[in-house]
């Protein structure tokens, strides 16, 4: 270290002198550059005479300074030549000092950086196949290179130890010496220690083995599963009892990992509380196994986390004990002591629940009879609500359609002439489309809002059979198809009305597909039912049609080409009520040949005693409507007029208002003959023809017959109406249906 200082010093020397040599050497330029130049100037030969001399006495003086600073510098060439050589002779012993060492050798700097190393340390590098540091690498990069590059494998450290204690990439054991200069560096060596180190591994190997072999011994006559577990879950240790329950086909657990050792699956069980005790957590649990012969028991396990020096986990211990015996015994006192404690909470507790129970139905009950009071108010409130908007909205849409449909109807009963007869005749089909139209879309709402519910009485099935036989013969007959009909007086148990609805949408489907043949409406009897069906010669459905046609909004094109005018919504109609009514709708069907549609409907029992209305005596009018006397009241002046056209055509004696008060003004109600009162149900200023009427007969000696008219098709009002000994018709009014009725009326 002394020669490094002096060569520095010499350097430093030298270093000085070159810059006072370079300054010399450029005023000696500048001195000649002065001289050269002044003879250019042609001076005075006095004046340039005296400037010759200061000038060569200043170059003489310069010349003897520089000679005497060469001689210097030459001086301090040779003293710092053998400085030089001196400092290398003094590098090369240290060098020469520095690789006799038999340890590793590495110097650093004041500033931790890399200075020189000897062959032996560069020795550990290229035995790992590594590149040895170079001078100027700071100490910290050095180890973590020596670290990362797998150079280092091992390090230890004793507290009784000088260094840390290194097991290199050579399998040679090596410590580490630091010693600090007086500069402030670091001189660092690494001193083989691996005979040694070998020795007091041999003689811990052998007390190892030594207490291996007792502790074998002890845990060999242990009852226990005991195993020590590795980090790479590797059993290392097993004593006799764990090898023979887990060395399944003879192979020995003893070094197997523990997932070749167990099943998969139960494995998959196990490493939950693998990894909970790898985290340094001691666990105890129980799992039932199955022993290589199928034996079933239960084993208690415990982990409990091994940790080195620094505290990391480096595997564990297994302990497993076989509780099989014990588990029974504690299942068989457990299942023992809930089946008493289970049977006398039962006997103590039983009359409590039992009064708790009736406490808390009693409360449930009254409970739900709130919510149910509560509940069925809201539903009537919404059905009522309901029921008033379709009746309202039934009322508006038909009122218009009503007129309409009267107003052609008396057309209709003119002679115009082919041509005219002809337009009449498409308007009232026009209108006919229209209603049904609305009339299906009405109905549907209604059914779907739950509006209409069915009145189920016993009656008899000739009228209903015999009115809807007139009803489509002549619709038939238009289309040149023969309707045939077989006659019935069975008595049923259903909705008149409902049931007619469901003939009449049957009738209208088979009209509308049968282009020529003939149509058949009649009945089956059956043991409790009876079968009203409808028979036609039409095209047919295909098969996988059936059911769908009973869909809302699906029609099959009729044969003939024709378009269908309908929305697809009859026979959903006729699935709804039926389902209501709680009767069975079937139907059969060939392609090509025909179908046939069937509702089943339960017989019923007239009674035994059936009111008899005496019936008011009228004037006998003979066959016909002539001279019948009408009063009309209706809130709309279109149907009035069309009602009084229609009627008068018939050569009726008609009077038309649009409220009782109206009438009154027109005829004496108490007075005036009368043979029918013609009233609509919805009037003007919130009035109704029921109290009209009431109000009309209340006047008189004798009350009129009375035919009420209205959109509104609910249960309530149709009931109402028949209590009081009124006939109903709903709208839109069919003209033919209102004379049949006039002459019933009429006649009786």
Same mark, same amino acid.
């Given at each position: ?96 000092? /520095?690789?006799? $060492? ?11 950086? %890399? ?29 973590? &290179? ?5 150079? $280092? ?97 003879? $192979? ?17 069980? %196990? ?47 297994? %302990? ?12 068989? &006192? ?27 139905? /009693? ?242 029992? &007239? ?55 109206? %009438? ?85």
């Amino acid at each position: 270290m002394e020669a490094a200082s002096l060569s520095d010093e010499k350097d430093r020397k030298i270093a000085a002198l070159e810059v006072e040599n370079q300054r010399l050497r450029k005023v000696r330029d500048a001195l000649i550059e002065r001289v050269e130049s002044g003879a250019g100037h042609k001076p005075a030969p006095y004046a340039a005479f005296e400037h010759s001399v200061v000038l060569a006495e200043q170059v003489r003086e310069r010349t003897e300074a520089l000679n005497l600073a060469m001689e210097e510098l030459k001086a301090s060439n040779k003293a710092l030549s053998r400085a030089r050589e001196e400092a290398e002779t003094s590098r090369q012993r240290l060098s020469d000092a /520095i690789e006799s $060492i038999a340890d590793g050798f590495v110097l650093f700097d004041r500033e931790q950086r %890399l200075i020189q190393t000897n062959s032996r340390f560069r020795s550990y590098w290229r035995h790992a196949g590594l590149a040895a540091p170079v001078p100027g690498a700071d100490i910290d990069t050095v180890k973590a &290179l020596a670290l990362s590059s797998g150079l $280092i494998v091992e390090e230890h450290s004793y507290e009784d130890a000088e260094g840390a204690v290194f097991l290199l990439a050579n399998g040679r054991w090596v410590q580490m010496t630091e010693r600090r200069t007086r500069e402030g560096g670091l001189v660092v060596l690494y001193s083989d220690i691996t005979e040694v180190k070998n020795s007091a591994m041999a003689r811990q190997m052998k007390a190892l083995e030594e207490s291996e072999r007792w502790i074998r011994v002890v845990t060999d006559h242990v009852p226990a599963l005991i195993a020590y577990v590795g980090a790479d879950l590797s059993v290392q240790f097993c004593n006799r009892v764990y090898e023979q329950w887990y060395g399944r086909d003879g $192979i020995s657990p003893l070094g197997r990992r523990l997932a070749q050792v167990h099943s998969d699956d139960f494995y998959q069980r %196990l490493l939950p509380q693998i990894l909970e005790v790898l985290d340094g957590h001691p666990v105890t649990f129980e799992f039932e196994e199955t022993g290589e012969y199928g034996e079933q028991s239960y084993m208690l396990r415990s982990y409990v986390p091994n940790r080195d020096e620094s505290g990391q986990v480096t595997g564990f211990f297994v %302990l497993i004990r076989d509780i099989t015996d014990r588990r029974k015994t504690a299942m068989a &006192l457990e299942q023992a002591y809930d089946d008493l404690d289970r049977r006398v909470r039962e006997r103590t507790a039983a009359l409590t629940d039992l009064n708790q129970q009736l406490r808390q139905e /009693i409360a449930e009950r009254a409970t739900v009879e709130a919510r149910l009071r509560d509940a069925k108010q809201e539903a009537d409130r919404a059905n009522l609500s309901k029921t008033k908007f379709l009746a309202a909205v039934s009322h508006d849409l038909l009122q218009p359609l009503n007129a309409a449909r009267l107003f052609t109807s008396a057309l209709q009963e003119q002679s115009f002439g082919p041509r005219a007869e002809g337009l009449v005749r498409s308007v009232s089909t026009s209108l006919d489309d229209v209603e049904n139209l609305l009339g299906t879309l009405v109905d549907i709402s209604k059914l779907d809002a739950g509006v209409i519910t069915p009145d189920l009485t016993a009656f008899d099935l000739r009228d209903l059979l015999n009115n809807l036989a007139r009803e489509f013969r002549q619709m038939a007959l238009a289309e040149g198809i023969q309707l045939s009909f077989v006659p019935c007086s069975a008595v049923v148990h259903s909705d008149s009305q409902l049931l007619a609805r469901i003939l009449r949408n049957f009738l209208t489907n088979a009209i509308r597909y049968t282009d020529s043949g003939r149509i058949l409406l009649g009945c089956r009897r059956e043991p409790g039912h009876v079968v009203l069906q409808v028979w036609d010669t039409g095209s047919g459905i295909p098969q996988d049609k059936l059911t769908e046609i009973f869909q809302e909004f699906k029609r099959i094109r009729p044969r003939r080409g024709q378009a269908d005018k309908g929305l697809g919504l009859g026979l959903a109609i006729v699935d709804k009520i039926a389902g209501m009514l709680g009767h069975e709708v079937s139907v059969s069907s060939v392609e090509g040949k025909g179908s046939v549609f069937s509702v089943r409907v339960p017989l019923g029992v &007239l009674p035994s005693v059936r009111p008899v209305r005496r019936a008011a005596s009228k004037p006998q009018l003979g066959e016909g409507l002539s001279g019948a006397r009408v009063w009309v009241i209706d809130n709309d002046l279109a149907i009035c007029r069309g009602m009084e056209t229609l009627l008068e055509g018939w050569q009726c004696r008609v009077v038309t208002a649009v409220s009782a008060e109206d %009438l009154a003004a027109k005829t004496d109600v108490a007075g005036a003959p009368v043979d029918l009162i013609l009233a609509d149900y919805h009037l003007d200023n919130d009035e109704n023809g029921v109290d009209a009427v009431a109000c009309i007969n209340g006047q008189r000696a004798q009350p009129a017959p009375v035919l009420m008219i209205t959109a509104n098709y609910s249960n309530e009002l149709k009931q109402h109406i028949r209590e009081l000994g009124y006939l109903l018709m709903n709208k839109p009014v069919k003209p033919l249906k209102l004379r049949s009725v006039l002459h019933h009326v009429m006649q009786r």
